[in-house]
């Protein structure tokens, strides 16, 4: 596998240094439940050599990378988070099913569906920032939107993550898929240390009346 944290601290677009509070919006993970159904049965696999697990208060589904908070004003912030609240008013809560995880080039990885729902979230954010601040931050992604969440990014020490061990291994874990809602968006400051992402949380859009 690759190093995660490697190739976004250094792709030619919109590169996320180690440190850098960026502003992001995530569909997050509501009860201790729905993480742990989320992440529960794979937790050993998660802590294989060469990845990095997310732990359960971390699991989210990324809708929009934006740019560098300090690169924003607290007007502006407030302006999108306004913008995105008036779009989403009244289109109700986003259920999304979560396939087995998948062991990918850079992260162990359970995709959602179906994806219509969280691509209309990922242009409303997009547009909303957009009107806001213009073109100043290269957004991310910037197309083929889908919704996915990590339970371990490969690492540091990404080569010894062996593909074809940890796909052995998912072959014996006997868990489906997972169904889970979300009520709310959440707009967060985020950074990352090279081994694991966290944020501060700063506006909480609901999705339902």
């Given at each position: 596998m690759k190093d995660f944290f490697e190739q976004v601290e250094n792709r030619a677009i919109a590169p996320w240094p180690a440190g850098r509070r960026d502003l992001h919006w995530h569909l997050l993970p509501e009860t201790v439940a729905d993480r742990?159904?989320?992440?529960?049965?794979y937790r050993e696999l998660a802590r294989q050599p060469g990845l990095e697990p997310v732990d359960?208060?971390?699991l989210h589904v990324t809708v929009l990378h934006c740019g560098p908070h300090q690169d924003a004003t607290a007007g502006e912030i407030q302006e999108i988070a306004t913008r995105v609240r008036e779009a989403v008013a009244g289109g109700g809560p986003v259920e999304l099913t979560f396939a087995r995880p998948q062991v990918g080039s850079v992260a162990l990885e359970r995709?959602?569906?179906p994806g219509v729902a969280t691509r209309r979230l990922w242009d409303v954010t997009r547009t909303a920032t957009?009107?806001?601040v213009g073109e100043r931050w290269p957004l991310q992604p910037a197309a083929a939107y889908y919704p996915h969440v990590s339970l371990a990014y490969a690492g540091s020490q990404a080569s010894l993550a062996d593909r074809g061990?940890?796909?052995?291994l998912l072959s014996d874990i006997d868990a489906g898929e997972v169904t889970?809602?979300?009520?709310?968006?959440?707009?967060?400051?985020?950074?990352?240390?090279?081994?694991?992402?966290?944020?501060?949380?700063?506006?909480?859009?609901?999705l339902v009346e």
């Open positions: 742990e159904a989320l992440a529960g049965p359960d208060e971390w995709a959602a569906r957009t009107e806001v061990v940890l796909k052995q889970l809602v979300f009520s709310s968006l959440s707009l967060v400051s985020q950074w990352h240390d090279g081994r694991r992402i966290v944020w501060d949380s700063l506006v909480t859009v609901p």
